[in-house]
């Protein structure tokens, strides 16, 4: 049974940074790809970022490209999620997923693709 915690929400001002950590089980995290999604009340859950098995390749939503970065520590069975420049708009729940499946650049944005979710951590940007 895989398991995945986030960890690392909080209440930040606008222009501040957070750092998302998710904790996996060992059994499956080296051969997983991983993957960050939010979700904003009353919106529907949307791709954040993606990272391959190996740490070696990602991808990232539109609105956060070249403010968060996604990476991955398998020695520790973690994978992160550093967020900078923070905006009011980023508030949401922040889940993070895995899947053993391959997935290109293109299906790891889906979020029916990944079978694995934790419970999410909330992040609140003030403005």
């Known amino acids: 049974q895989v398991q995945l915690v986030e960890s690392g929400g909080g209440l930040v001002q606008a222009g501040g940074s957070l750092r998302l950590s998710c904790a996996a089980s060992?059994?499956?995290?080296?051969?997983?790809?991983m993957g960050w999604f939010r979700q904003a009340p009353g919106k529907e859950r949307e791709f954040v970022a993606f990272?391959?098995?190996?740490?070696?390749?990602?991808r990232y939503a539109a609105s956060v490209k070249g403010r968060f970065t996604i990476s991955k520590d398998n020695a520790k069975n973690t994978m992160y999620l550093q967020m900078n420049s923070l905006k009011p708009e980023d508030t949401a729940g922040y889940y993070c997923a895995a899947t053993t499946m391959s997935l290109n650049s293109v299906t790891a944005t889906l979020r029916a693709r990944y079978e694995h979710w934790g419970q999410g951590t909330q992040v609140t940007v003030s403005s």
């Open positions: 060992e059994r499956t995290f080296g051969s997983a790809v």
């Open positions: 990272i391959n098995r190996s740490g070696t390749s990602t």
